[in-house]
């Protein structure tokens, strides 16, 4: 990881630039190594990199990524600052619970509702997903669709994908131990 690619300055030419990661998260993805950067030219031959940070997907098609959320713009009580990948992966899994509480999410293979709740039978059961290829997202998925969430996500770039802003939920009413990374066995 040596140079640090930031989305704050827009590139000359682009025509599709898309929701852009505020400068302190992308920082902060460019030193968890969680940047994408490509080389792209428009029609008039200009070139210019172009760089993607982490998305999460709240459905199965390409329109239902957004830019992963920050947790201090929704009231997260453990700050960016000094949090590692852990920490804010579970950030993201409290986002998602809210997510779905709302009836926001939809699985990222088959594109049904994914449902809240500790006893859901057994074809609803989901869980949270982390990719780390050239695509970087965090998604909800049925057990029962894991295995083929694989070959639909083959290839798939952050490049060819326009995120919006994600949806905020209040997570301020959160308690700091609710912030702190599980055992596995609590998972
Ligand atoms: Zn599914």
Known sequence: MGRQHLLNTPADGATDTPAALTPDLGKWFAEQGLLRTAIEGDEV????????????????????FALAPHPDLVGYPRPLAGMALDDYNVFIFRWYEAAVAAGDVRCARCGKLILSGDDLPDPDTWDAIFIEKELVAWM????????????????????ELTPRQPPTYDLSSLTLVETERQTPHDE
């Open 45 to 64: 031959g200009t070139i210019h990199e172009v760089t993607r940070g982490p998305l999460v997907a709240l459905g199965s098609g390409d329109s239902d």
């Open 140 to 159: 909800l998925v049925h057990f029962d669709c894991k295995r083929w969430l694989a070959k639909k996500l083959k290839g798939m770039t952050p490049f």
